[in-house]
């Protein structure tokens, strides 16, 4: 007689951090926030708003959370550790998930909405790009006022303008390969700037463009979020 065997595969509890300690941020409200990375073995964080944290704990950009406004403005000293191991990417997010939910009672959901953003494109004119040696690894960073980059390819340009205007950018120039960019732009909170505005400065430079589109975007939803966290 042969013997079937099934096994039951239950689904594994979320991770959760052994000990977190979140108090109120006692710091100057101009200190910058501060947070460490995965791979440690601890999570240490000063003066960090809950805007970061879900933007860390759900993979999302502020701009993809909707009611955000729910959470507040305070800043937190966060203290916490896993009751063993270092905590990869995967274990730090789904913590904070638990974290976020737990002691600040953060209720959400996913959802696709149509928000305006911009679509990057070639202009009239052929692209004015400076393509990059095959070797150099691709890096890039925003600035004030400027953009620069080596070895960027347009997606990756596209995100950098997503960051400077605040909204989506799709990268739909179809050009390939990564180049080095350098330019600048008037910041938008600047009156007297000398450099022209930023739609300006892709296209003279570039010779790319930025059309307004409609798009749809995976959103994550507040539902709820409580500003004053649960006790230690």
């Known amino acids: 007689m042969v013997a079937f065997v ?84 995967e274990r730090l997010e789904q913590m904070l998930r638990g974290l976020l939910e737990e002691r600040f009672g953060v209720v959400s959901h996913r959802e696709t909405r149509m928000i305006s953003g911009f679509a990057l494109v070639t202009a009239k004119s052929r692209p004015r790009l400076h393509a990059s040696d095959a070797s150099v690894a691709g890096r890039a960073a925003v600035l004030r006022g400027r953009i620069i980059g080596r070895g960027t390819d347009m997606a990756v340009l596209a995100s950098m303008l997503g960051q400077v205007l605040r909204v989506p950018v799709l990268d739909e120039t179809g050009v390939k390969g990564g180049y080095d960019i350098d330019f600048k732009f008037a910041p938008e909170d600047s009156l007297d700037s000398s450099s022209p505005s930023l739609f300006t400065a892709i296209q003279e430079d570039l010779g790319l463009r930025l059309e307004s589109k409609k798009m749809p975007v995976d959103m994550l939803v507040i539902d709820h979020c409580q500003r004053e966290p649960t006790e230690n």
């Open 6 to 89: 099934s096994s039951i595969v239950s689904a594994q509890p979320a991770e959760k951090f052994e000990v977190a300690s979140v108090r109120l941020s006692k710091a100057v409200e101009t200190l910058k926030p501060s947070w460490s990375d995965p791979g440690e073995l601890t999570f240490n964080a000063t003066n960090i708003p809950l805007k970061i944290l879900i933007s860390m704990a759900y993979k999302v950009e502020e701009k993809q959370v909707a009611n955000l406004n729910l959470c507040g403005n305070a800043q937190y000293d966060i203290f916490a550790k896993p009751g063993y191991g270092v905590l990869t990417p």
